[in-house]
């Protein structure tokens, strides 16, 4: 089988976005506006700017890129979220790192967070909740790598659309080589949810995702673990209940690389290393995987295409996903009856012992933030109110 070329995929959304666009100017709307903030010399982000700008200028989004020093990123958002006009913010990482780069995401208004990265989302995301406040003229918006590679997978024939939203991927496997919260970990979740079950693989080992759990009569009778949907047990596996129903279960396995792939459906690759320190070989896969590789060095080796479908890049589909969440935020928060965010608070039934990490993640972004002199008192603030 050949590559495939994502581009493929990108035209699609390209040409609904434009439309999108022209409607919202036909309705008197205008055309959504994207703020940039750029606060680094960082060669990937700058690809990234130059990207998003020429695919803007061709879809009719309006976007504006705003130079800030790193002290004063913080401020800028916040008065960027104020501005009527603005309906979406993205701020090319990194800035800081680490704990810090984190807790900006959390400073872009629900309304305006293209990235679909801040805490309401990323909750909504990991608890299979897939509209704003139970509103089913809302729909959230999810992070945009892990979109695209969705979006692929549904282009290509993954998904089946006989059967019902959260059933679509019954029966799959899917091996993810990468598990950050921009990422790894979120393109997990949103497989799980699609119903199937995910080998998530970082340097740190191997995670289990899925959703609903349920013992068969031979594991019932055997005291075994509970499987995956319908699926029978052919790993070792653990599933736990979670907080609401539908939640993603994460367990540990003794599963081990080669066998997780010999059985992939759906494998993606996005490990920050070149071809001689990290790859997966076509002898590796069975016949017909998608393979996508999301790095800038080639984690998959070319033979790939034999055995199955290659995708050897996605940013033209990630750029698209990133307009596309743009119009979903201009249509939930029309500028004439805005609904304005509510307070982060756990959701109802909620574990304690993640609320209470929560509380101790906010409180190490505040030290964090104290320790480097950026905005403090605003970050002293919003730990104050999750560790309650």
């Known amino acids: 089988m050949p590559k495939f070329d994502a581009a493929e995929v990108a035209k699609k959304f390209n040409d609904e976005i434009q439309a999108g666009v022209a409607t919202a100017k036909a309705a008197g709307r205008g055309a959504p506006l994207l703020i940039g903030f750029l606060a680094n010399d960082d060669t990937a982000a700058g690809v990234y700017v130059r990207m998003t700008q020429r695919a803007c200028e061709k879809t009719g989004v309006a976007f504006e890129l705003r130079r800030v020093a790193r002290v004063d990123i913080e401020a800028a958002v916040i008065a960027a979220n104020k501005e009527a006009r603005v309906h979406g913010i993205i701020i090319y990482y990194p ?15 629900l309304e305006k967070d293209v990235e679909g990265l801040n805490h309401r989302y990323r909750y909504s995301l990991y608890h299979n909740i897939r509209t704003i406040d139970n509103d089913a003229g809302k729909k959230c918006v999810l992070p945009c790598t892990p979109l695209a590679v969705i979006k692929i997978m549904e282009y290509l024939g993954a998904y089946d659309r006989t059967r019902p939203v959260g059933h679509q991927l019954d029966g799959k496997v899917a091996v993810v080589f990468n598990r950050s919260e921009v990422v790894g970990r979120p393109l997990a979740a949103m497989l799980a949810n699609d119903g199937a079950t995910v080998y998530s693989i970082d340097i740190s080992g191997m995670l289990v995702y899925a959703t609903r759990a349920r013992k068969t009569a031979r594991a019932r009778r055997r005291g075994g673990e509970p499987t995956a949907h319908r699926r029978p047990p052919p790993l070792p596996r653990r599933y736990t209940r979670g907080s609401v129903a539908g939640t993603i279960r994460v367990a540990e396995t003794t599963a081990e690389r080669k066998e997780v792939l010999a059985r992939a459906d759906l494998l993606v690759t996005a490990v920050p290393l070149p071809p001689e320190k990290f790859v997966v070989k076509a002898s590796e896969l069975k016949k017909g995987v998608i393979a996508i590789n999301l790095a800038q060095h080639a984690n998959l080796e070319p033979a790939v295409a034999d055995v199955g479908t290659l995708v050897p890049a996605i940013g033209k589909v990630t750029i698209a996903m990133l307009q596309r969440n743009l119009l979903r935020l201009h249509d939930n928060f029309d500028p004439h009856g805005r609904c304005m965010s509510p307070p982060l608070r ?14 101790k993640r906010a409180r190490a972004y505040a030290a964090a933030a104290a320790a480097l002199g950026v905005a403090a008192l605003g970050a002293l603030a919003i730990a104050a109110r999750r560790a309650k």
Do not use: Q
């Not at 984190?102 to 208004?109: K, Q």
């Not at 959701?347 to 993640?354: F, H, K, Q, S």
């Open 95 to 109: 800035i800081f790192g680490g704990p810090i780069d984190d807790y900006l995401r959390d400073v872009i208004g």
């Open 346 to 359: 756990a959701t109802p039934g909620a574990d304690l012992d993640e609320a209470d990490a929560s509380g």
